[in-house]
């Protein structure tokens, strides 16, 4: 029996996995619904599309900015079981926020002086939720599991979570806005009622202060976690990361709608592509590594991901223009094209080699530290990552203001690339360091 299908069936990890799937499927679904909604229904330029896409995952990550030390301390000092059900109960109320927001769109009834605020108040809300979420998914992993079986775990939760964001990402392209305000908050009923079989799992550190001063607390937290250089190393990889993975999400919408001139549907089956990429270098690379946490695929992994992010954009180029102003293609109609197949390959290929890179940098940050620090450790993480996805979303705004059309943007996202192949192979350099010593 694998050590994937051990950790399927046990009860020490099944729940929070189902858990984790339900919250990531939720959270796609409603952010989706609504920047796609309002994309292809509301807005009618493309910068205007681009600045309200910037605007929803700027709003979605701030909490990670603010709130990510408190998170990381409450995850370390109680039990991290009851913690996820106090959230998650959370999550119902949020959704019930976010779901009138969009039963209003629905029915246009005060679109920009109620239904979008309320929709943009509950992202945000939700932003909080997963906040204080992602600390506790990580670190209760050591904390349950056997070392040898900790990059497993964290390979099949990234793998989960990106066929999550998949899940949400197509029912949000295919269902109505309506429906969508229903589902929302079913989700997260049936999230709370899993979460009540997730094993407790209490302090393994003798319970400090918390310290609710969010400014100090975040800047104690980094620069204590920053000393380790190998954590340092893999902290700043992470965040290069998801800081290109912020450009890509953002640019996705106003790209398929004005560049390729397809449907929302179309935008959803290119956020499907790379969702399924990401769990697919979630799994390979656990199998490469044979359960070893090594950054010795990192360099050459985002390597890959810049050549393909050129292939993608070079595609997006020369993609011909079609049909009258304002005839959208459908997916069928798209999947025809002379060029779909290298457009959806390149894409494919640009998230495989990013699960591929990141996945041990996280499994990385849960096992070389005390298991005492592991919260902290990914609070701290959170706050470099938030702070970079905010810079990704800000750079987006800014390239869109200057007037850099959004196939070019692609060119400053494969460059970026090179900066955290460097950081990954510094990463690799420091942990040989470390088994020769």
Same mark, same amino acid.
């Given at each position: ?161 990106? +066929? ?10 295919? /269902? =109505? !806005?309506?429906?969508?305000? &229903?589902?929302? %908050? #079913? ?100 199998? +490469? ?10 360099? /050459? =992994? !985002?390597?890959?991901?810049? &050549?393909?992010? %050129? #292939? ?122 470390? %088994?020769?010593?």
């Amino acid at each position: 029996m694998t050590t994937t299908t051990q950790l399927i069936r046990a009860r020490r990890f099944l729940p929070l996995f189902v858990t984790q799937l339900l919250g990531a499927f939720n959270d796609n679904l409603f952010k989706n619904a609504m920047v796609l909604y309002v994309v292809y229904e509301v807005y009618h330029s493309e910068a205007a599309e681009a600045r309200f896409s910037a605007l929803a995952s700027a709003i979605f990550i701030i909490p990670f900015f603010l709130l990510s030390a408190l998170a990381g301390q409450m995850a370390d000092m109680r039990d991290k079981a009851r913690l996820i059900r106090v959230i998650k109960a959370c999550e119902i109320f949020i959704m019930l926020v976010g779901g009138s927001g969009l039963a209003l769109a629905w029915q246009g009834i005060a679109l920009h002086t109620l239904a979008i605020p309320l929709m943009l108040l509950a992202l945000f809300a939700m932003g909080v939720h997963s906040t204080f979420f992602g600390p506790i998914k990580y670190a209760i992993l050591p904390q349950h599991l056997g070392r040898e079986e900790v990059l497993a775990g964290t390979g099949m939760v990234e793998a989960g979570t990106y +066929l999550s964001v998949l899940a949400g990402t197509i029912v949000a392209g295919w /269902i =109505s !806005v309506d429906a969508a305000a &229903v589902a929302v %908050v #079913a989700v997260a009923v049936i999230g709370f009622l899993a979460s009540g079989r997730v094993p407790a799992a209490p302090p393994v550190c003798k319970p400090e202060p918390l310290d609710f001063h969010v400014v100090r607390s975040s800047i104690a937290l980094v620069r204590t976690t920053m000393r380790d250089r190998r954590v340092y190393l893999a902290i700043c990889a992470i965040s290069f990361f998801w800081a290109i993975g912020t450009v890509l999400f953002i640019q996705f919408p106003p790209l398929a709608k004005n560049i390729l001139m397809a449907s929302k549907e179309v935008a959803s089956l290119f956020l499907v592509i790379f969702s399924v990429g990401i769990a697919i270098g979630s799994v390979t690379i656990n199998a +490469l590594l044979k359960g070893t946490v090594s950054a010795r695929w990192s360099p /050459i =992994s !985002v390597i890959g991901m810049g &050549v393909c992010l %050129v #292939a993608f954009q070079q595609v997006c180029a020369i993609w011909p223009p079609r049909g009258a102003e304002g005839e959208l293609m459908d997916v069928a109609t798209f999947l025809v094209q002379p060029l779909a197949a290298p457009l959806l390959l390149t894409l494919l290929g640009i998230a495989i080699s990013g699960g591929m890179f990141v996945v041990p940098l996280y499994a990385f940050l849960t096992t070389f530290v005390d298991r005492s620090q592991t919260a902290r450790t990914i609070a701290a993480n959170n706050i470099v990552n938030s702070g970079a996805m905010v810079a990704g979303a800000l750079v987006t705004g800014l390239m869109t203001w200057l007037g850099l059309p959004v196939v070019r943007q692609l060119l400053v996202v494969a460059v970026s690339c090179g900066a955290s192949a460097w950081l990954g192979y510094m990463l690799f350099r420091a942990e040989r360091a470390s %088994v020769t010593a």
